[in-house]
């Protein structure tokens, strides 16, 4: 999906009420634009996961590297302020998959610090 100059670029995000705008926090190496687009469109979950912090202590990297060769891996580091720097890799070799798992990665690793940090969670928090 290709936004038309002059109007907003609408997606599958737009759907989510209050989730952060992944377009914005997402910067990229190693794809187009028009990738980092559909990959941005395409990450309704890790939108919803990231709905609860405020979007400007929210920043997003991804990386490919070796682009296109056996040898190709795709990282996903993430700064959300206030929590450790989280960092997801992959080595699949086509772009969708390797994202996918990224994302994924990520999903995981924020729902476990989440989950850490609950009191119900953590008996030094119940008090």
Do not use: C, H, Y
């Amino acid at each position: 999906m290709v936004p038309v100059a002059g109007e907003p670029r609408l997606g599958r995000l737009d759907l989510v009420p209050d989730a952060p705008d992944l377009d914005l926090v997402l910067r990229a190496s190693g794809v187009t634009e028009e990738e980092r687009l559909e990959i941005v469109d395409s990450w309704t979950r890790l939108a919803n996961r990231l709905r609860s912090f405020p979007e400007e202590k929210i920043e997003l990297q991804l990386t490919v590297k070796e682009r296109d060769t056996p040898s190709q891996r795709t990282t996903l580091e993430a700064w959300i302020a206030g929590r450790p720097r989280l960092v997801a890799t992959s080595a699949l070799p086509t772009l969708a998959e390797a994202t996918a798992e990224v994302r994924d990665d990520l999903l995981r690793q924020i729902t476990d610090g989440k989950n850490r940090t609950e009191p119900r969670n953590n008996r030094k928090l119940r008090g």
